[in-house]
C-alpha cells in the first residue's frame, strides 16, 4: 500500500500539509459525490441507535455528518492526527469532544467506551493498520458496540489480503458481520478492479462488524 505512512510523524507531517494547503478539504467537496452518500446510506441504520460514537481519523467531520445530519447523539468524540483538520470538525458543532492524535497515541487521551466506533477511509495510510484497529477495539469499543470500517481498495490502497486481516482482528475479537460489501467504481461500462493495473483505486469496501448482532432497532 503506498498510501500508507512510514510512521506516526511522517504521517502528521503528510496530512497537516495537506489540510493547510486545501481549499475545502484535502479531498475536495465530498458531498458532491456519489459514492460518500452511498456509504453514508449503508451506515446511517447501524448508527441511528447509538449513544456514544467515536469518530478516528474524522478530518473535518464531513463524512459523519452526511451520515448523520442530525447529530442526535449524547457523545461525540473525533480525532485526528491533523490540528487543522480538528480545527474545521469543530467548526460544524458535530462534536462534543476533539483530540489531535493518531489512534496508536490515544489511550488516556479519551476516556470511556462508544456504542459506534467510525474508521473511515483511513486504516491505509496508518503506519500499522492491524495495531490501529486492535487498539480501537481493545481499548474503546462497549460490548455490544457496533464499529465501521471504509476503505478505497486497489493498487495504491487495500488489497484483498489487507482487508482479509482486518476481517481476522475482527472475528478473534468476537465481532460478527452485520455487513461486508463493495462500492464500484467503474470505467467504460465495467468495475474498474477488472483493470486494475490501470488504476490506484478501484472500489470501496464498506464493514459494520457488531459484538452482538441485534438489529439497529432492537439496540437501545
Known sequence: MSARRRNLEELRTYFEGRWRTAPDTPWGDISACTIE??????LRPHISGARAILDLG????????????????ERVVGVDVASA??????LT???????????ETITGLVAGRFDFILLGEMLYYVPDPIA???TALDGFLADEGYVAITLAAGRSYFAERDIAGLREVLSTRGLAPLLDTRIEYFWAGAPRRY???AFAQTHKVVLV?????MSPATRR
Open 37 to 42: 452518500h452511498t456509504k453514508a446510506r449503508l
Open 85 to 90: 483538520a480538528i480545527a474545521r470538525a469543530r
Open 209 to 213: 462488524y457488531a459484538r452482538r448482532a
Open 93 to 103: 458543532g458535530l462534536y462534543t469532544e476533539l483530540q489531535t492524535a493518531a489512534i
Open 132 to 134: 490501529a484497529l486492535a
Open 58 to 73: 474524522c478530518g473535518g467531520g464531513d463524512f459523519l455528518g452526511m451520515v448523520v445530519p442530525d447529530h442526535a447523539f
Open 195 to 197: 483493470y486494475g493495473w
